[in-house]
């Protein structure tokens, strides 16, 4: 049988084709054409269209047969769910028996909260650990590893029931029950006996993992490297099963060299460096480079081996290899910096390269060490003159260092070099547009013609010494990486929410279970919040369609599963909203609106303060600023654990606010406020933090200014100017909506061109037009005018037509996007007639509700 | 857990797909090969991030295979199902290759539905597969063997079905290890060990419970002064086995408390154990090379090989592989002992001995011709190699059978 023969067909017209040949009554021929349809699906050609005669197949006893339509069905099912559901009727016996297992599972399962891990289910876990498949002890440990024993000695009799699992021939068990030993240990008190034996016990499996395949090699490397970081006393004899093999693959070759570094110490250094210096001369570029650079970092962890580590550091510059040379200057710069006045002798030998220097990294740092030692260099203002000429086709990280060293070649030989560096000032401030390099030049020149004694303090003052391990994984990053032991996240060394979509899977386990939020996470376009009725009430969804809105956004560190012991103080304390705030807001300062927006005579208290201004703005009505509603409650105290918010938005000169009142009506002190926008129509987000200095007591009410931008991410809402709200604090996340009136988004610069207007009002299509009347108000045109004026709608022109007055009028949201009216207003008649035309029409209506309330208030 | 499931043929073409998840889309098959096998550079990484999807890949012969997913999987699990997978395949229809992939392409697509479950891997031995995903058509099956398909697929034991008898019940116990060395160009041991495997072919009949031990030092430190008279009475060695693995029929509790490997086997061959010991270790034999160049276009090369072990004891089927550079046009080759030729297709000269006994010594010298290059890439200079099997009696071995 040769199969292949169905992969070759390429025909045209071979739908139509297979399709005769899925209806035919000979069973084989049948067969044939179901495997050819499957062949076709997997180079990946769309043979949906076969879809109901390939289920027609499945009238047969023929089991084989049925098997290959079952294949096809599972790839299609996706596409055409009714046409699957109808098929699987054929199969409900087969799948009967599954599917009620499965609904048991789930029935015994409420709230499906498997994460629930108590003592006896974690026994359970443990006796079912000896008894399943090598890939359920898999399933088991990494499960185990979530939870929280709740003393040390709880934690000792699992590590007890788990390390046997460290002679599992299956890497990926062995890994998992590492995982769960490392974790566990942090709940042990280092005095105890078995804590020095796992400890010991870790060490053989995890140099075993290392004669596993090449690809599993990596991912234990990977997490070996984590492990060595977190607990270097485990691994720290095994140095030598770290060395390269002629035939390990690159990129175990680049790890194990990383981790070859991390255990070097005194009393291995020897062996390390004779290994470092023969993987300087192999073939890879990029290992070669790594293991001179690592030589570099041998001598700046091991002083006693630094004298070692330079001359064989000159060794290798003498072999000429190009990119070998660029490699060890760079280190040996940085040896320079840990061991001061100690190895300057080199620098000769270093100064001889300087022609075949090519790379932006290695001129730096040779620009760096002629300019440090300038003094004992005779020739150093030579050489760098001969870098000044192609100063302007240099990186920037090379003309940076170029200016900073003639500095210093300056300071320490005036007269000689004085010509040098104006040029070089000249050359960066003036013929440059890199600001970093121009504000330096600056500064130097600055600095040299104010107080030349200043400015030899500041530039040659004496550096802070570098530290030994240059690139350690941050300790709360290393703790959190080390509860994924064996995941991607160790291999990657990032946390999940950095490569995993949406942060699901990750947020997820600690939220009751919503599969609606599931879908609207996955598909956000589709997800808008729950159908309106038109009254406020209605307007607040589920909390399941905002919550999974929200937890779109990056809610920072995630909270999944129990933290290590000792981190989990400062776990603890990590709340849900804040780190996603922080990036979204980047830092607490305060976003000042654009000068060019504040109109004059309110340019001198701009500069008393801005916050100052809003807390005297804020609840109070105001003359020069839009139209402000009274402050209405969004939020009850019954549905926030006695949390209550009112608020309202203002528009003042320019900046949009959201002006909130905060009262604790519980019995307990609030602390830690945070709020949080989800994405709506026009962009609104948090311009600053939302700053409650002091905690909140109970029966407290505190009056908050929160600065708003229209720089978020937008998702058109129903209705359109609806804003769902996130705040957090100490006890608690609530969510609530709100809907903003459309006349903060009016924009100052709203007023258009007479011809412009007329050319627009024409430009629109008639079917774009509203009309609205606004019944009962009295005012006259005068006062409409100057009253619209002061929320940014202003009049382009007015007209008296058969004693109407016609006022025309033109408004811009912060969105650009234009809205033309005409207000029709007959003396003596409190009615008015309102025609709007925007190109954007569903914004109409909302306008109109603006022109309402700033008209009746 | 693993989204989906593709195998290609060294052009990029796939040969199988099998998606399990959803967020899985066709584009994931092409992002694949367009950025890991058309890619100009050697492979940097077995897992590559390609628009924050993950791809696994493991390659045999030219064929690759590549697992995908969006989450944030057990990566070591995955890897160690892609070579599982790889098992498998090899024990339905032999080698993995592009011919055979494509002749058994229902066959993988049902293995692949039964050894993974929504992305989760499930029981993938051989042995239990073979029941019950056959490449026969319909298998006319009794009651019987439903319910055994039944227990087995629930049951703890997945490795073997019941029921299985054999008028003779025999086993057989392979030790293969390998040392490992690491020499530095003075000759300087830097480092060495020895990692083994047993492997194991059982035809026995039923349900057997199986029982080793093993005189590994904290075993026989464990069992006391008397036993330790007994095993310089014997002669017998302990050794100290720094790690070891077992398959997954071994119970591992009991061997954690009590030190003896205790199992039910799958029924054939598989492999029981690994270990690894570091203390020790003599070395079989001594390879000292020296090599000369004579100008840029010669090389001169002399190979000494010195077996070390005891005189009664026989190497058998040795071979020794001494790379040559890329650019060698013509080789000579003296030897005293056995057969040398250099084969140009592997770029090296293949020394072959038959036999050989212990404390000998034999030599091979060589004159390699290179033609003139200005090719700047450094020639890698692999090390020489070497092959050859020992046949000792059960006396010798550290294990012992009860």
């Known amino acids: 049988m040769t199969d292949s023969k169905y992969f070759t067909t390429t025909k045209k017209g071979e739908i139509f084709e297979l399709k005769a040949e899925l209806n035919s009554d000979k069973k084989e021929k049948k067969k044939e054409a179901v495997k050819k349809v499957i062949a076709s699906m997997t180079v990946g050609k769309d043979v949906s269209a076969l879809f109901p005669d390939v289920v027609n197949c499945m009238q047969t006893d023929n089991l084989e047969l049925k098997k290959l339509v079952y294949l096809y069905l599972m790839n299609y099912a996706k596409s055409q769910p009714d046409m699957a559901i109808m098929a699987v009727n054929t199969f409900v016996k087969v799948v009967a028996n599954a599917v009620a297992a499965l609904s048991e599972i789930a029935e015994s399962h409420p709230s499906s909260n498997l994460l629930d891990l108590n003592p006896q289910s974690i026994n359970k876990l443990l006796t079912a650990l000896n008894e399943c498949t090598e890939w359920g002890q898999i399933f088991i440990l990494d499960c185990l590893a979530n939870y929280t024993p709740k003393d040390d000695r709880e934690a000792q009799s699992i590590c007890e029931r788990v390390t046997p699992r460290l002679s599992h021939a299956n890497s990926a068990v062995v890994l998992s029950a590492v ?16 804590y020095g034996t796992l400890l010991k016990k870790l060490a053989p499996p995890l140099v075993t993992l290392l004669s596993a395949e090449p690809e599993l090699q990596y991912v234990a490397l990977r997490n070996i490297n984590l492990i060595v970081q977190k607990r270097p006393e485990i691994l720290k004899h095994e140095m030598k099963v770290f060395f390269v093999k002629y035939n390990d693959p690159i990129y175990v070759k680049l790890e194990k060299l990383d981790i070859m570094i991390r255990l070097a110490s005194q009393a291995n250094i020897a062996q390390v460096l004779a ?3 023969e993987y300087a001369t192999e073939v890879d570029v990029d290992f070669v480079r790594k293991a001179v650079r690592a030589i570099g970092r041998c001598a700046i962890k091991v002083e006693q081996s630094a004298e070692r580590c330079v001359s064989t550091l000159l060794d290798l510059i003498q072999t000429k290899v190009n990119y070998v040379v660029q490699e060890a200057i760079v280190v040996i710069k940085d040896i320079f910096r840990k061991y001061p006045n100690k190895y300057e002798s080199v620098i000769a030998t270093l100064c001889e390269n300087l022609d075949s220097l090519d790379e932006p990294e290695a001129r730096a740092a040779m620009i760096w060490i002629v300019g440090e030692y300038a003094e004992r260099i005779d020739n150093a203002d030579e050489l760098l003159e001969s870098f000044l000429e ?43 547009d890199n600001p970093d390099l121009r504000d330096r030049g600056y500064i130097y020149w600055r600095l040299l013609s104010t107080d030349p004694v200043a400015a030899k303090e500041v530039v040659l003052a004496e550096k802070p010494l570098i530290s030994e391990e240059t690139d350690l994984i941050e300790p709360t990053l290393l703790d959190e990486l080390i509860c994924y032991i064996g995941t991607l996240a160790s291999v990657y060394h990032k946390p999940p929410s950095a490569f995993v979509e949406g942060g699901r899977g990750v947020v997820h386990k600690s939220l009751p279970p919503r599969t609606a939020s599931n879908e609207s996470t996955e598909s956000p376009e589709t997800a808008p919040a729950g159908a309106p009725s038109g009254e406020q009430p209605d307007v607040i969804p589920t909390q399941g369609d905002l919550l999974g809105d929200l937890l779109n956004l990056d809610l920072g560190p995630p909270v999944s599963g129990p933290p290590l012991a000792t981190s989990s103080v400062q776990m603890g304390a990590v709340d849900l909203l804040g780190g996603g705030l922080d990036s979204l807001i980047g830092g607490p300062n305060f976003v000042a609106p654009p000068a060019a927006a504040v109109p004059a005579n309110l340019g001198a208290t701009m500069g008393s303060g801005l916050s100052d201004l809003f807390d005297l703005t804020s609840g109070v009505g105001t003359l020069s600023g839009s139209y402000v ?18 608020g309202t938005f203002t528009r003042q000169v320019g900046s949009i606010s959201m002006d909130l009142q905060l009262t604790n009506k519980a019995l307990q002190v609030m602390t830690d406020f945070a709020i949080q926008f989800n994405r709506n129509s026009f962009g609104l987000a948090p311009a600053a933090p939302l700053q409650v200095h002091a905690p909140l007591s109970p029966n407290q009410t505190v009056e908050i200014s929160l600065p708003l931008n229209t720089v978020g991410s937008v998702m058109k809402m129903e209705p359109l100017n609806n804003l769902q709200v996130a705040v957090k604090n100490n006890i608690d996340v609530f969510y609530f ?7 903060i988004l009016f924009v100052e610069d709203g007023k258009m061109d007479r011809q412009m207007f007329l050319a627009t009002w024409k430009d629109i299509p008639n079917e774009n037009e509203a009309q609205f009347q606004i019944r009962d108000c009295p005012l006259n045109a005068e006062a409409v005018s100057s009253r619209l004026q002061s929320s940014n709608i202003f009049t382009v022109a007015k007209r008296n037509v058969e004693g109407q007055d016609m006022l025309y009028q033109s408004l811009k949201l912060t969105n650009g996007i234009w809205v033309l009216a005409e207000l029709r207003i007959q003396p003596g008649n409190p009615s008015f007639t309102l025609s709007l035309k925007c190109r954007a029409p569903e914004v109409s209506q909302h306008v109109y509700q603006a022109y309402e309330t700033i008209l009746k208030n | 857990m693993i989204g989906g499931l593709f195998i290609y043929n060294h052009k990029g073409e796939v040969l199988i797909s099998r998606v399990y ?9 092409d992002a694949f090969r367009v950025n890991v096998i058309h890619a100009r550079q050697q492979v940097r990484s077995p897992v590559t991030n390609i628009a924050r999807t993950s791809f696994f890949h493991v390659k045999r012969s030219n064929i ?14 995955v890897f160690e199902f892609l070579y599982k997978m790889c098992d498998v395949m090899a024990a339905y229809f032999g080698k993995i290759s592009e011919e055979n992939i494509k002749n058994n392409f229902v066959l993988i697509y049902e293995l692949l539905d039964e050894i993974l479950d929504f992305g989760y891997p499930q029981n993938s031995e051989t042995g239990a597969l073979k029941t019950f995903i056959t490449q026969q058509g319909i298998k006319s099956q009794t009651k019987e063997e439903q319910s055994q398909i039944t227990s087995q697929v629930t049951g703890q034991i997945g490795w073997r079905r019941e029921g299985i008898k054999y008028r003779r019940n025999e086993l057989f116990l392979d030790v293969l290890e390998s040392v490992n060395l690491l020499m530095s160009p003075q000759g300087q041991v830097l480092s060495a060990h020895v990692s083994g495997r047993v492997v194991m072919k059982s035809y026995l009949s039923g349900m057997p419970e199986c029982k080793f031990g093993m005189n590994d030092k904290i075993v026989i430190e464990k069992q006391g002064k008397g ?6 009475k014997s002669g017998k060695q302990s050794i100290a086995i720094d790690d070891c693995t077992f398959h997954q029929c071994v119970r591992l509790s009991k061997f954690d408390s009590e030190r003896s490997i205790s199992f039910i086997p799958p029924d054939g061959e598989f492999e029981l154990m690994r270990y690894r010991t570091t203390k020790d270790i003599i070395l079989p034999f001594r390879v000292i090379p020296l090599v000369r160049e004579v100008g840029r276009t010669k090389l001169e090369v002399k190979v000494v090989i010195k077996s070390n072990f005891k005189p009664s004891l026989l190497a058998q089927k040795i071979e020794v592989r001494i790379p040559t550079p890329l650019n060698t046009s013509g080789v000579q080759v003296i030897c005293m002992k056995g057969k040398a030729k250099y084969k140009a297709s592997e770029n090296a000269i293949v020394w072959k001995i038959k036999r050989m006994a212990g404390m000998k010594e034999s030599q091979i010298s060589a004159e390699i011709e290179l033609l003139p290059t200005n090719d700047k890439k450094k020639w890698a200079r692999p090390p020489i190699s070497m092959n050859f099997e020992v046949w000792q009696k059960r006396s010798l071995d550290p294990w012992r059978v009860c």
């Open chain 2, 64 to 77: 690759w295979l590549a697992a995908v997913t969006k989450q944030n999987v057990n990566a070591a699990m």
């Open chain 2, 227 to 232: 036993t330790a008279d007994e095993t310089s």
């Open chain 1, 629 to 646: 509603a009274p402050k209405a409650v969004w939020l009850p105290a019954m549905k926030a654990k006695g949390l209550e918010i009112s």
């Open chain 1, 179 to 194: 995982k769960v030993l490392m974790k566990f240990m942090e709940m042990l008190s280092k005095d105890l006996d078995y």
């Open chain 1, 737 to 743: 909506s709100t809907l903003y009136p459309l006349h």
């Open chain 1, 390 to 432: 192609g100063f302007h086709d240099e990186s920037t990280q090379v003309q940076l260092q170029l200016l900073t060293a003639i500095v210093k070649l300056f300071l320490k030989k005036p007269t000689e070099t004085q010509e040098l560096v104006q040029q070089v000032l000249s050359l960066a401030t003036q013929d440059s």
């Open chain 2, 21 to 29: 998840r959803d967020d899985i889309g066709r584009n994931a098959v």
């Open chain 1, 275 to 277: 290994e470092l210096k």
